[in-house]
């Protein structure tokens, strides 16, 4: 017996030292290549021969990268709050009651979920034309929470079915109103949810490339990833592939800072001892 | 504390199911009332009505003499304790079974000291900073009760709380429900599915069947003089047994035998839709080796010879179950108690249960001469399922009169 559990052990230890290099390794690459000089960068050298800081002195140079890291950090950020706090509130009415058109409701956000994106992009483009959300933040952040919502949903709802609902009556019996009852007892519990769902959902906005490059033209709303696919050099010569590269790490930052902060927020079974059986 | 009525208190769900009927019931301050029945008799929708939990469809609640029908359950002040137990998996077994009183805004202080008071009555002073998760299920069972108990409330209502808990467990609980009940002397509602917490902890029982009530009473009138065949199958383990018994010539034609009967029976049977065919019913108790028995105790019986099947020496009696020749007794109670029982109750053409002395020397396999006690007997209308021999609220064998 311990010698198979040890095996398998081995192996699947094996399995995920493969799967972690393999995702890491383009990683680190371009985080290599954010401190190579522009000379060494070709070199095909892992470790940098030559260390420089230059790269991430020239993003900061200008304002156009400074620029897209507001509109992308704001706009993400309203978006997932939005997104979260609609979605709760319907992930919450689909768990929790029976109405009728629910079904019809939980197929239609997958519907909208399965949408192939880039067949909205223009009419979305010529609507916000005529709305005048073109290039505003609004008119990313609208277009970001409808995708994002159906994720929310299904995330939130798979969440929310997992809360036994006799804790809710047993506040009732305790003297708690509804609204304590979903503060005090429900909300705590359905926090691992929320914050799961927040990390998707901004994941999905900041990563966002297809809608940002169509539905914005100046640096009003630009977001990252657009705004590294413009980088040039100084000049007509220089190859702006060390800056896009330390653009590229910069980037990433954000995204680690969010998912460090609420990861600590996600306590795996919490719910457990509520109920038996 | 208080007294609770419920005046034909009706439920039906929107989709049309009527799970609670007309339930007329009285329950005296600090009375302890057992609700038992089979699965989905609308037991934990009439203790939720009491609670509050869901909305009564018809009839009225009165607690304490006042009408709370539309009253939200934390103005109603009652406990419940669930049968998940519904701990609060993020606060400690302290903010448990303080919650209710910092929702009462209570004063810190008291809060402290009533929590201490509580945990010590159940003896969970050592576990006061643990989360749920790390309880074991007892423990958790008592917490509940914990949490139910340190904010006095009116009543307390309990749905199947020890159904979860394993046999030894269960027992132990039992003893602690009882006696803290006693102790606090607050009227107490508590379901159950179990014979022997039914029969054990309340001063009276409610039997409920489909949404209705059968009989209400303590727990040995229920089970000396069931009002119906329902009432009969259901308490008792092993249950009574039941006979197909054919009216001939003023006698029953039974498998046992012919039996005689009485003249008020007779009376009652002599009218002209009464019915020609009964379900003779009888515990198995009330069975006896006919080599044990007195003249005077055989005066009052009747014997028959069957196989005995099996039989299990418990050391204090032998259970020895018999076969009988003749028809099956069939009534649409009998397969209702069978479905929820998941085992056969109807004797005749089957298996009879009895229980004898222990000295009894009955062997298996051989033929074996057995009494059976006439004034113990129940005899019941297969169609409305009525208890014949019942008269005034007691049940006197079919030679009553
Ligand atoms: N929300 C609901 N909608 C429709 N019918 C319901 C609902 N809740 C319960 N019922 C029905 O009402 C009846 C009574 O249910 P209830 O839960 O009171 O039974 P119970 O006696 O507590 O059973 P158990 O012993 O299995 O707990 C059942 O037939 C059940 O299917
Ligand atoms: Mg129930």
Redesign the pocket.
């Known amino acids: 017996m311990a010698d198979t559990t040890t095996r398998a052990k081995l192996r699947w230890g094996l399995i995920d030292v493969i799967v972690v290099v393999f995702a890491l390794v383009p990683v680190l690459w371009i985080a290599s290549l954010s401190f190579k000089t522009p000379a060494t960068l070709t070199d095909g050298k892992f470790w940098p021969r030559e260390w420089t800081l230059d790269n991430y002195k020239s993003i900061f140079d200008t304002d156009q990268f400074v620029r897209a890291l507001v509109n992308s950090i704001g706009i993400a950020l309203i978006a997932t709050l939005i997104a979260v706090v609609l979605g709760a509130m319907a992930a919450y009415a689909i768990s929790r009651l029976d109405f009728p058109g629910k079904r019809l409701l939980v197929g239609v956000s997958l519907l909208i979920a399965m949408f192939p994106q880039v067949s909205l992009v223009s009419p979305l483009f010529e609507i916000e034309r005529q709305l005048g959300l073109f290039d505003t933040w609004p008119g990313l952040i609208l277009p970001y929470i409808t995708f994002a919502l159906p994720l929310a949903i299904y995330t939130l709802s798979a969440f929310f079915k997992q809360i036994p609902w006799d804790l809710e009556k047993a506040a009732k019996m305790d003297g708690a109103t509804q609204a304590q009852a979903f503060r005090r007892v429900i909300a705590p519990l359905a926090a691992p949810g929320l914050f799961t769902t927040a990390i998707l959902v901004f994941i999905f906005c900041w990563n966002d490339f297809l809608f940002a490059i169509t539905l914005t033209s100046t640096e009003r709303a630009r977001t990252v990833p657009v705004a590294l696919s413009f980088f040039t050099g100084e000049s007509q010569f220089e190859d702006p592939t060390g800056a896009i590269c330390a653009a590229a790490v910069v980037i990433t930052i954000p995204i680690i800072l969010f998912v460090l902060f609420f990861q600590r927020r996600i306590v795996s079974g919490l719910t457990s001892g509520a109920v038996k059986g | 504390m208080a007294d609770i009525v419920l005046d034909k208190v009706s439920k039906s769900?929107?989709?049309g199911?009527v799970?609670?009927q007309d339930v007329d019931l009285e329950i005296a301050d600090g009375e302890f009332v057992i609700l038992v029945?089979?699965?989905?008799?609308?037991?934990?929708?009439?203790l939720n009505m009491i609670a509050g939990l869901e909305d009564i469809s018809s009839g009225e609640l009165r607690i304490g003499g006042q009408r709370v029908n539309d009253k939200a359950p934390r103005d109603r002040d009652i406990a419940m304790v669930f049968q998940s137990y519904a701990l609060y998996p993020n606060m400690t077994v302290r903010e448990n079974m303080a919650f209710p009183l910092r929702l009462a805004k209570l004063d810190k202080a008291t809060i402290d000291q009533k929590v201490d008071e509580a945990a010590k009555v159940l003896e969970l002073t050592p576990l006061l900073d643990r989360k749920p998760a790390n309880l074991s299920g007892g423990q958790r069972q008592r917490v509940a009760m914990g949490r139910a108990i340190v904010r006095q409330p009116k009543a307390f209502l309990m749905d199947?709380p020890l159904s979860n808990l394993d046999a030894k467990l269960r027992v132990q609980m039992r003893t602690v429900v009882s006696r803290l009940q006693k102790k606090l002397g607050t009227t107490t509602v508590y379901?159950t599915?179990d014979q022997t917490e039914a029969m054990t902890l309340g001063d009276r029982v409610v039997i409920?069947r489909g949404?209705a009530i059968q009989q209400v009473g303590p727990p040995q009138e229920l089970y000396d003089h069931p009002r119906n065949l329902f009432v009969a199958g259901f308490i008792g383990s092993p249950s009574m047994n039941f006979l197909h018994a054919a009216v001939e010539d003023g006698k029953l034609r039974t498998a046992l035998g012919d039996v005689p009967i009485g003249d008020r029976i007779r009376r009652e049977l002599e009218g002209a839709d009464a019915p020609r065919e009964l379900i003779l019913g009888i515990r198995p108790e009330h069975f006896e080796d006919a080599e044990l028995i007195d003249d005077e105790a055989r005066a009052r019986g009747m014997e028959f010879t069957a196989p005995a099947d099996i039989v299990e020496s418990m050391g204090s009696d032998k259970y020895v179950y018999f076969t009988v020749e003749g028809q099956r007794a069939s009534a649409a109670e009998l397969e209702e108690l069978a479905a929820d029982a998941g085992a056969d109750f109807s004797g005749g053409g089957g298996n009879l249960v009895t229980r004898l002395s222990a000295e009894s020397p009955v062997q298996e396999g051989e033929d074996r001469r057995v009494w059976f006690n006439l004034e113990k007997i129940h005899l019941f209308d297969p169609s409305s399922g009525r208890n014949l021999t019942l008269h005034e609220g007691r049940s006197a064998g079919t030679l009553g009169d």
Do not use: L
């Not at chain 2, 029945?37 to 009439?46: A, D, E, F, R």
């Open positions: 769900f929107p989709d199911t799970a609670v029945g089979p699965s989905g008799c609308g037991k934990s929708t009439t199947e379901v599915h409920m949404g």
